[in-house]
Structures are given as structure tokens and as C-alpha cells.
């Protein structure tokens, strides 16, 4: 079960992204010049979008 726990899986290099809060799915929720938080492991760090590229 500690396998699957989220916290074990940040300490394999894994992070996730909130913006306003919300965690980010995916592109079409971020803006140019907004502010995001990256959550990793051992604390978090936040970021300024710059570039959005929606993929193929």
C-alpha cells in the first residue's frame, strides 16, 4: 500500500501543478504570465507561464 501512496511517488522525481488553488490537468487551464505552484517532494517552488504549447 505505501507503494501507491502519493507522498512515495514525489520521491521518485514525480510533481504536480495548482494554479488559484486547482490542481492543472492539463494546458487549456493555464494563461500566459500566470503564476503556478509546483509541488514536489520535499516542498514547492512557483513558476511564471511563459509559453503554452497545446501538443499534436
Known sequence: MDLLSPLKIMTRGYAFVTADEQV???VKQLQPEQTV???MADGEAQ?????????K
Open 24 to 26: 492543472v490537468h492539463g
Open 47 to 55: 513558476a511564471q507561464i511563459t509559453k503554452i504549447d497545446g501538443g
Open 37 to 39: 505552484a509546483i509541488h
